[in-house]
Nanobody, 133 residues
């Protein structure tokens, strides 16, 4: 079964930057969208950003436009010898960013990728990010 493997999380201080990575264990046929979600203890999982793996177009969820997050997240991707990696860079981290960050893969019928959970069939285990003040 295909697995999504995240890495790059850790414990950091406020103001630092982290770059999370996500790679599938094998090629995901038909999955043209990759996305990042996060879930803090006691809170709902929220979609942060998505990227179309075929064209590279990026899409950001409602959380990205909150004043507390705006402009601090960047989703990107890289392909190397058939291996695809999706990244989420988070700048100027704050304690409120503390959460499990989870990668997902799914299929969209068009070029647009969404940040709602129901679009995604494959999920990683997540990588923990803890930000201290």
């Amino acid at each position: 079964q295909v697995r999504l493997v995240e890495s790059g999380g850790g414990s950091v201080q406020s103001g630092e930057t982290l770059r999370l990575s996500c790679s599938p264990s094998e090629y995901l046929f038909g999955a043209n969208c990759m996305a990042w979600f996060r879930q803090a203890p006691g809170k709902e999982r929220e979609g942060l950003a998505a990227i179309n793996t075929e064209g590279g177009a990026t899409f950001y969820g409602a959380t990205f436009y909150d004043d507390s997050v705006r402009g601090r997240l960047t989703i990107s991707q890289a392909q190397n010898n058939g291996n695809h990696t999706t990244f989420l860079q988070m700048d100027s981290l704050k304690p409120d960013d503390t959460a499990m960050y989870i990668c997902a893969a799914g299929q969209s019928s068009g070029a647009h990728c969404y940040t709602e959970r129901y679009w995604y069939a494959f999920w990683g285990q997540g990588t923990q990010v803890t930000v201290s003040s």
